[in-house]
């Protein structure tokens, strides 16, 4: 979970599970940089939870290192937005952002409550104290096993002109500019 600093966002709690959706670590982290907005919507993060805390990112860092070995696969949802907080480049990732198709096309990447809602039939984020990172961690790696036994165009959704971004400005009377490399544009252009 992220909190909003003088420096931009960064790291107020973080979650590991491990392979069998058992939590490995949690702990709630001091950001060096003074707090301006805690998200509390979000993360569920407040000043009060926060007093006393005295890990820092640093601490996370080597905690982790010490936990997970090098080959370890990160399994998490918008993992670079994780990755940049950690100030940590991993390259054996599964994103859960990416192995699932929002339904809408175009690129959108698909929220983690929607995934949880349509695949597991499961309500997360559901809390008015904020999201739990554990509970998004289980819930990455339940969606990777399901992807897993289910086969790789399992939740990527077939994109029909129905859903095409063109089609959807025609409908609603909306203006738009593709850009592409010139290659691709003039195979379209007619």
Known sequence: EMCKTAAG????????VDETLDCIYKTYVKPPNPIVDYLTTFSGITAEVLQGVSTTLEDVVAHINSILPPQAIFVGHSLENDLKSLKLYHDRVIDTATIYSSGKGGGFK???????????????????????????????????KVKVRRGPNYGMSQQTDENSLSVYLTKNRKTGVFVDKPIVAQQHCH
Do not use: F, N, W
């Open 9 to 16: 966002s960064e790291l107020t709690q973080i979650a590991i």
């Open 110 to 144: 698909p929220g983690l409550r929607y995934l949880a809602m349509r695949y597991l039939k499961a309500k997360i984020q559901d809390s008015t104290q904020g999201h739990d990172p554990a509970e998004d961690a289980m819930t990455c790696m339940r969606l990777v």
